[in-house]
Nanobody
């Protein structure tokens, strides 16, 4: 079982930056693929960034070059550095931990979300 707690959201002006954090409790954080998703006011949930256990990352084109995901396995924490924020980045941001068990069953956990609002 993994519990995820996000923090770092808030109100920021266009062009500004925020860093989100997601702290995981429970065991074996390092074996999970970690990801950030966001749910927009239109109620669509989309992938923002992901990082594998080995450190490989991927981003959609909408945030590539502006957002950076990283992880600190010693602190059981994954980060999302968001730069050059735009009003369309406004959303609730969620942290997700996922892995494929040896039994080939999927396992996934979600945090409670943190609000990011980009507005002047």
């Amino acid at each position: 079982q993994v519990q995820l707690v996000e923090s770092g959201g808030g109100l920021v002006q266009p062009g500004g930056s925020l860093r989100l954090s997601c702290v995981a409790s429970g065991s074996a954080f390092s074996i999970y693929k970690m990801a950030w998703y966001r749910q927009t006011p239109r109620n669509e949930r989309e992938l923002v960034a992901a990082i594998t256990a080995g450190g490989s990352t991927n981003y959609p084109d909408s945030v590539k070059g502006r957002f950076t995901i990283s992880r600190d396995n010693a602190k059981n924490t994954v980060y999302l550095q968001m730069n050059s924020l735009k009003p369309e980045d406004t959303a609730v941001y969620y942290c997700k931990a996922a892995r494929l068990k040896p039994s080939l069953q999927s396992e996934a956990y979600w945090g409670q979300g943190t609000q990011v609002t980009v507005s002047s």
